[in-house]
């Protein structure tokens, strides 16, 4: 760690999330004290000076979420209230003072506690639960989801496993992947189930690699990371491919007294089916998920964050210990912890 930084967010409260913008020059934090604080990046001072404390919800808020540069200063939160609050600045407003940033929707359709939020990074600038009916104005939003999961993450690439997020936590304490099709979530794989609770999850950026890392906090204590290959033809059926995936059936017989199932996926012209007769069937290997590593360096303290950095080479986690950690991996392809910031230790250093 080349330097500390210590911000005065004057929470009346435990501080449950922080989260920079794009750029890095800003930052929000939220907490038990249901209030919203955001952070603007001083250049000459080299200080976090207050933008505005806003009192966001009626609950605590647990999570902040920011939408990417190009919809303007938007900023999404979420509370134990059962509402997401989606906030626009206004630029016309003095900084530091009440009313700069303005609340432009309430999202009131949950009927549970809402701990994880997260804007696509794909152009459309849909969210992953609610989807804007105007883009410009962003106050009408559509549910368009409601299994309920803890802790979700987007995928950071537009070329490799576009529109797929990561859901963790859901029912059953499952991760899973899911894409976005016709405005539709299709389940691609799931890729792990726990006995624990899962408390955070994030995909990492692939920057060029052929396949994508996944990491997992769970309150086990454990950091679980796993890399997914993705292949975006796996969920279109070919008209030349076998249906029913099985080497061992060499029965060519085609009745009439096929489901109907069958009938709807594909219809198959004759002579199609006289060429796959002829030569091997060409299968499309669907996308699947191994576990790379599992770390634990505290076991009996739940882990709560996970974030990998800007190239997908670093992973730092935080949890109930008081403890940040820095995971790499060494030219053995094992994750070893690299380094290990204290919150007890920074505060009495700062004392």
């Known amino acids: 760690m080349e330097k500390e930084f210590s911000i005065p967010v004057n929470h009346d409260d435990f501080i449950h999330d922080v989260a920079y913008n794009f750029y890095g020059t800003r930052l929000a934090t939220c907490g038990s004290d249901r209030s919203i604080k955001i952070w ?34 938007v900023l999404a939160s979420c509370s134990l209230d059962r509402t997401v609050k989606i906030w626009i600045e206004q630029d016309a407003a003095v900084k530091g003072s009440t009313g700069r940033w303005k609340l432009a929707a309430t999202l009131v359709e949950s009927t549970a506690a809402i701990h994880s939020i ?7 600038g849909t969210v992953r639960f609610y989807s804007p009916t105007e883009a410009v104005s962003l106050r009408n939003w559509t549910a368009t989801d409601s299994d309920g999961p803890l802790c979700v993450s987007w995928c950071k690439s537009r070329f490799s496993a576009p529109n797929m997020i990561v859901v963790a936590g859901s029912k059953g304490n499952r991760v899973r992947v899911f894409q976005l099709i016709a405005m539709r979530c299709v389940e691609v794989l799931e890729i792990d189930k726990y006995d624990a609770h899962v408390l955070d999850v994030d995909w990492a950026p692939s920057m060029g690699r052929s396949f994508h890392l996944i990491a997992t906090a769970c309150a086990d204590g454990h950091i679980r990371i796993y890399k997914f290959c993705a292949l975006e033809d796996s969920l279109f059926v070919h008209e030349d491919s076998d249906l029913d995936h099985d080497d061992d059936d060499d029965d060519d017989d085609v009745t009439g007294e096929e489901s109907s199932d069958n009938e709807s996926l594909a219809s198959i012209p004759e002579e199609s089916k006289d060429k796959s007769q002829a030569k091997p069937v060409d299968k499309t290997p669907a996308p699947r998920a191994e576990l790379v590593a599992d770390l634990a360096a505290e076991p009996t303290a739940p882990v709560r964050h996970v ?26 392809g094992d994750w070893r912890e690299s380094a290990v910031v204290s919150a007890e230790k920074s505060s009495a250093a700062a004392e």
């Open 118 to 124: 997260a804007f696509a990074p794909d152009s459309d």
């Open 40 to 73: 603007d990046w001083n250049k000459q001072t080299g200080l976090w000076v207050l933008n505005e404390s806003i009192s966001a919800h009626d609950s605590s808020v647990l999570k902040v979420s920011w939408a990417h540069p190009e919809f303007g200063q």
């Open 307 to 332: 974030r990998w950095n800007s190239t997908g080479t670093l992973l730092v986690s935080s949890g109930d210990d008081g403890v940040t950690r820095v995971w790499r991996m060494n030219i053995n």
